[in-house]
T-cell receptor, first 116, second 114 residues
Framework: GENVEQHPSTLSVQEGDSAVIKCTYSDSASNYFPWYKQELGKRPQLIIDIRSNVGEKKDQRIAVTLNKTAKHFSLHITETQPEDSAVYFCAATPLYSGGGADGLTFGKGTHLIIQP | EAQVTQNPRYLITVTGKKLTVTCSQNMNHEYMSWYRQDPGLGLRQIYYSMNVEVTDKGDVPEGYKVSRKEKRNFPLILESPSPNQTSLYFC?????????????FGPGTRLTVT
């Protein structure tokens, strides 16, 4: 099955600086890579995702990059703000093509701390 | 309001006493899933269902059962709970397969097995 490794487990950055979280995956069949944000005591929420047919995707201060050859993808947050403090999870799954499995494997999470 | 609901939100029980955690969604979603969240281990998928009467094992299915008799409901059953099933459980749903449609999580159920 798929194995997703996520680093670092904790990341502390100064407000206004950039933060980068990295994930690697093992299954070459994986083609869809979502990122979830979980604030303290809340449920996970999807913040951005990327499919294997693109190398980068941006949404305001958040971007995700994908290197399929190296089997790794990263989350980039620029101009960090206090509300960015949360746990972030990466995940991977194959693109569903009808029939077969459609499970989702998560990384273990990164606790992002924004220092004022 | 479109939502995923779980009940109960908190549960303390004893080893071996069967329990069911309910999950319901009102968005007519085909895909539903259960995850457990443990410190240092992140989220791990227990079971998922791609439609009524269709269920599949996730990464950690041992000790759990599920059923999908109706589209809106996806209960998680622990036939004989053990202390290692103490965890935070999330139900989630998606319109269809999760690689094409956003997954929405319920509020979570915190289970303690003594």
């Amino acid at each position: 099955g798929e194995n997703v490794e996520q680093h670092p487990s904790t990341l502390s950055v100064q407000e206004g600086d950039s933060a980068v979280i990295k994930c690697t995956y093992s299954d070459s069949a994986s083609n869809y890579f979502p990122w979830y944000k979980q604030e303290l005591g809340k449920r996970p929420q999807l913040i951005i995702d990327i499919r294997s047919n693109v190398g980068e995707k941006k949404d305001q201060r958040i971007a995700v990059t994908l290197n399929k050859t190296a089997k790794h993808f990263s989350l980039h947050i620029t101009e960090t703000q206090p509300e960015d403090s949360a746990v972030y999870f990466c995940a991977a799954t194959p693109l569903y093509s009808g029939g077969g499995a459609d499970g989702l494997t998560f990384g273990k999470g990164t606790h992002l701390i924004i220092q004022p | 309001e479109a939502q995923v609901t779980q009940n109960p939100r908190y549960l303390i029980t004893v080893t071996g006493k069967k329990l069911t955690v309910t999950c319901s969604q009102n968005m007519n979603h085909e895909y539903m899933s259960w995850y457990r969240q443990d410190p240092g281990l992140g989220l791990r998928q227990i079971y998922y269902s791609m439609n009524v009467e269709v269920t599949d094992k996730g990464d950690v299915p041992e000790g759990y059962k599920v059923s999908r008799k109706e589209k809106r409901n996806f209960p998680l059953i622990l036939e004989s709970p053990s202390p290692n099933q103490t965890s935070l459980y999330f139900c989630a749903s998606s319109f269809r397969y999760i690689s094409a449609y956003e997954q929405y999580f319920g509020p979570g159920t915190r289970l303690t097995v003594t």
